[in-house]
Structure formats: C-alpha cells, structure tokens
C-alpha cells in the first residue's frame, strides 16, 4: 500500500480539481484536508493485525474497509458531518458525496497499484475477492514504523514521489495555472 501520506495527496489533489475556482478560501481548505483524511480511511483497518485478523480475511487489511460499499457509507457519514461546509462552496450534497466517495476510493486505486500479495476487496460484503493491476510501479509500504528508515522505506517514498508526488503536482500546477489565466482575462 502506499502510506498514508501518498493517500492523502492524492485525496487532496482530487478534491483540488473539483474546487477549482471555489471563492470561499477558508471553506476549501477545510475541504480539502477534510478529502486528505478520507483518503486515509480505509487504512484504520490495520488494527485488525492487533485483532488477530488474518492480512488475507474479508475483514483483514485491504478487506471491507477498502471496498465501494465502504466508500459510500463512509462518504455519507463524512458529508452528514460536514453537511454545512457544502452549500458555502456552492456544491449540492450530492456534489459532496461524490468528492468524498471519489477520494475515499481512490484508496483502493492506488493500493491496486502497489507490488502487494493482496488487492483491495472491492466488492465486499458481496464478493471477497480481491483485485490487482497488471502494472504495479508503487512499492508497498510497511506498516510498522520502525520499518520505513530502512532501504525499503526508501523506495516507497520514492516510488511515491515518483507515481503520486510527481503527477499530483503537475496536476495542482496545471490547475493553478488555469485559474490564473481566467484572472488576467476577466
């Protein structure tokens, strides 16, 4: 899996596309660290290593958490949360459930571009089984701490860089760039 932080850009790099012109400054910064944190949702499931659930059980890591049905309930429980900071950026509900289903997706997305043994079960509760992508270029991140100043750590955070740090920035400056020439030209 990617880390947490990789998630998180790539949870606010999305929400950053769709609030691209939003006047309300304050209001879009909430959303936008509210979309970083629900790109990182789906990883709370790691306490089922404590839990002694196995890594490759429907309810493990990458199991239920990482799933569509997920992202949906969890976007409506984020967006009954945060219903009063959508209409001030001018987005119906509506709107905001599907930012907030997209980031929290993306989850799964990403985690399907790591060199992992297990896949996000997509599908669940209807279908365990999990999902991979033929082209995996992200190495997957260790969970334990201690790990991540090692060689390994190394390379997730440079995969990272590479396959989400990379293409988020050019994203966030392609978008930046846009809103300014709608400046000069008003």
Known sequence: MPTIVGHAVFGATLARLRLSGVADGAGAWRA?????????LPDLDVVTFKLGIPYASPWGHRG???????AAAAALVLLWLSRGLWPRLGFSLRAGFVLLFGVIASHALLDMFTDA???????MPFSPQ?????WRPIEGSPIAPRFWMTAKG???VWTEALYI???CLALMLACRWRERR?????
């Open 154 to 156: 190394r390379r997730v």
């Open 64 to 70: 239920f958490s990482h799933s569509l049905f997920f």
């Open 32 to 40: 936008l660290t509210l979309c970083g944190a629900a790109a990182m």
């Open 182 to 186: 709608k400046d000069c030209a008003a």
């Open 117 to 123: 043994t297990h896949g996000p079960a997509l599908f």
């Open 130 to 134: 999990r999902f991979l992508l033929d």
């Open 165 to 167: 740090g990379l293409p």
